[in-house]
């Protein structure tokens, strides 16, 4: 009765947090397993951010109601942003479903599996279903164990959950609640932890990492929380690349544009959403920020770093987005000359401020739309990696590719390496020599004068 299997969906946030789960279960007896059938419990860390991706965890959870039909000790439950967005409706639409677990209860997930485990055992009454969505202050600072401390490369740290903004399209801030940030000792001790570990690379994760302590920390010689966090986690030894998602444009600052000269591991490649290139779009969305001044944070990126490479969200068919409104978004999404994006088709939220909007633009358009951002997009990206042709990249080897014997890894500016290599390899840095390439992958050969393999 103690085989339990997560299937997550969504952000990078989310498989954080399954990790976390998983290690909290892991500490508390249960096996992790990694496929459904062999599992007793299966948890769904779901995702709220767009229709398609809850009713895909809602057909999955009624797929595994049949499980339940069959053997009625098995236990199917269903925590994160869907569980926080939806709770108790999720009863009424899921009859079968044992647990609902909200998005700052994730480290009570062992005491409730327990619970439903003993119960189902005999011992004492069993609820027939157990749901768990308050508030929890502190909350943001259970997110600290990893699964697997051995043979990570790249590690994901949660640095603070939630997000204050309130972009009219968005139900983040419902489901994740309001901002709050892990202390900066705290989040280091990690980062060294992992690096003990061996992991090379750190990834930090918020919804909104430009105002990471805002409230908690003070400013200290003109650097927000944030870049002292980067400048301390930029002195631990062992880690050799710094990454963050996502930053927002309103609080993205000279101190932060500094950090990118200063901070020889922060890796050259920054993902910032823009969501519209278009002021009347941007207004629409409550997005406190025009294309010029997006512009100006690319340009003073560009100035410190030349060679900067940058990936986006940007969102077609907004409510009101005209044909001339969107033509001006495209234009000013070429302009700029994305490395990556993820371009979504909005989709309604219930309760979001866009949900009344007059002027919901039907789906073929939203499919047109997503269409002319992509062919952009793969224009832009190609040239971006012919440029790389020739040169000389280092790349972190994580592990095989996925297809045929090769190797994976990325380079700096997260481009995707695929390269013929050796086990031993992994999880070093290598310089490749780039040879070919697609709009997504570099492909080259190690130049083995550079190889490293003394750590
Ligand atoms: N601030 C968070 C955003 C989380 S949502 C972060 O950057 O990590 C991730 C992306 O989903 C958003 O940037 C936005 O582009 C997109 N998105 C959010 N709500 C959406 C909606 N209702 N329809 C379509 N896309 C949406
Ligand atoms: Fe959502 Fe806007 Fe925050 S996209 S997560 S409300 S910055």
Do not use: W
């Amino acid at each position: 009765m103690n085989r339990v299997y997560i299937k997550t969906y969504g952000c990078q946030m989310n498989e954080r947090d399954s990790e976390q789960v998983a290690s909290s279960l892991r500490d508390r007896g249960y096996s992790v397993v990694d496929n459904e059938f062999d599992a007793d419990v299966v948890l769904l860390n779901t995702c709220s951010v767009r229709d398609q991706a809850e009713q895909k965890a809602i057909g999955k959870a009624g797929y595994l109601s049949k499980r339940k039909r069959e053997n009625p000790n098995f236990i199917l439950g269903v925590m994160g942003c869907m569980a926080q967005n939806r709770g108790e409706e999720l009863f009424d639409r899921l009859p079968d479903l044992d647990l609902v677990v909200g998005t700052q209860k994730f480290h009570r997930v062992p005491d409730h599996l327990d619970h439903l485990i003993q119960t189902s055992n005999g011992q004492g009454p069993r609820p027939s279903t157990l749901m768990d969505l308050g508030e929890e202050e502190g909350s943001q600072n259970t997110i600290k164990d990893h699964v697997s401390k051995t043979n990570e490369v790249s590690a994901f740290v949660s640095i603070m959950q939630g997000c204050n903004m309130n972009c009219a399209f968005c139900i983040v801030p419902k489901t994740r609640g309001s901002e709050r940030s892990r202390p900066i000792e705290q989040i280091v001790e990690e980062v060294q932890e992992l690096a003990v570990n061996g992991v090379k690379e750190v990834t930090f994760l918020g919804q909104i990492v430009t105002s990471y302590g805002r409230r908690e920390f003070p400013v200290i010689d003109g650097k927000s929380p944030f870049v002292q966090l980067l400048e301390r986690t930029n002195e631990v030894p062992g880690i050799e690349r710094i990454r963050f998602t996502s930053p927002h444009p309103r609080g993205f600052k000279q101190d932060l544009v500094e950090a990118y000269r200063d901070l020889p591991k922060l890796c050259e490649y920054i993902h910032l959403p823009l969501q519209a290139g278009c002021d009347k779009t941007l207004r629409a969305m409550n997005r406190p920020y025009t294309k010029s001044r997006y512009r100006q944070i690319v340009d003073s990126l560009r100035a410190v770093v030349p060679h900067m490479y940058f990936s986006t969200d940007i969102i077609v068919g907004f409510p009101g987005e005209t044909e001339e409104d969107f033509n001006e978004s495209a234009a000013f999404f070429e302009d700029i000359g994305f490395d990556m994006a993820y371009i979504f088709k909005y989709s309604i939220r219930t309760g979001t401020p866009a949900e009344a909007m007059p002027d919901q633009i039907p789906q073929e358009e939203k499919e047109r739309r997503n269409q002319v951002l992509l062919d952009i997009l793969s224009k832009s990206s190609l040239q971006r990696n012919e440029t790389l042709i020739g040169t000389t990249q280092e790349v972190l080897v994580e592990g095989p590719a996925k297809r045929g014997d090769a190797y994976m890894g990325k380079t700096r500016g997260h481009r995707n390496a695929i390269f013929e290599a050796d086990e031993r390899l992994i999880g070093h840095l290598v310089d490749l020599n780039i040879k070919r390439v697609t709009a997504s992958s570099l492909y080259g050969d190690l130049v083995l004068a550079g190889v490293d393999t003394t750590n």
